[in-house]
């Protein structure tokens, strides 16, 4: 029994129901045994929330992972009750062999595209900086210390502190302070608390030189950045000829490498320049890289 007005089946006793999700009123409605949800990155989380809070059984999800951070990624396939079934065209034997072209065809015409509707894989936006990076639990005991980035903010804009370490390519970062409202004492005093000494350099933003005098005093072994003409692409550069470990507990460094992109034109075009956000903690990092590794003539890297 098909009924038009309500949207729902009756086949062998069970009720099948069709609803959207443009009114929370229908979110929040009637519970049910099994739900399915079709092209779930199209939900919001909180949609998600109240249809599980409602449902007593089993869930499905189907969805393209065109976005490339998503509450399914971070909130549903780590579920230990979760199983995961990834499918492309190739599974499908109802495509025709037209609509096979036109897929294969992306391999040529847009890799990201390619990577999501032909691959299946999670998509990367072309405007993210840093795809160079991994997650890491902690910095390994052969990692060879570099510097401290600093960061410097107060109202508006966080203090941030990163620790560098190097083992081979690999470029392992650690947040140690993301505050807003700090003075040079109170930055003091975090780096007393860190047990950072004089032997410990920190290279600091070099547009507050009062600001790096005044921690030098305190004791403090703090020279500022040399940024020379063109330093945000540069520094950039040098990020991005090392993998980048990032410790699992540094939250703001891995929004910031996450949401930091490229500029674009009206054109949608994307410009060599970065967007002025999400940068407090990759500047202290691209101070540290500016000042500290580099490359020679030969095209070896070394530390200065």
Known sequence: MHSKGNLTYILNGNEFEFISVDEPTKIRGRKRNILFINEANEFHFEDWQQLILRTTERIFLDYNPSDEYHWIYENVLPREDCTFIKSTYKDNPFLDIQTIKEIERLKDLDENYWRVYGLGERGVSQQTIFKNYDLVDSIPQNAKFIA?????????????????????????????????????????????????????????????????????????????????????????????????????????????????????????????????????????????????????????????
């Open 148 to 304: 401290y980035g600093l960061d410097f903010g107060f109202s508006a804009d966080p203090t941030a502190i990163i620790e560098v370490y190097r083992h081979d390519l690999n470029l392992y970062l650690n947040e140690i302070v993301y505050t807003k409202g700090l003075t040079n004492q109170d930055i003091g005093k975090r780096l007393t608390d860190f047990n950072i000494n004089r032997q410990q350099e920190i290279i600091a933003d070099s547009a507050e030189p009062k600001s790096i005098e005044e921690i030098y005093r305190l004791g403090f072994n703090i020279k500022p950045a040399k940024k020379g003409a063109d330093s945000v692409k540069n520094g950039i550069d040098i990020m991005k000829r090392y993998r980048l470990k990032i410790t699992k507990k540094s939250v703001n460094l891995i929004k910031e490498i996450r949401n930091y992109k490229w500029m674009q034109d009206k054109n949608n075009r994307i410009l060599n320049k970065p967007v002025d956000a999400f940068n407090h903690c990759l500047d202290s990092i691209r101070y540290v890289c500016l000042n500290k590794l580099n490359v020679n003539n030969s095209g070896k890297y070394y530390i200065m």
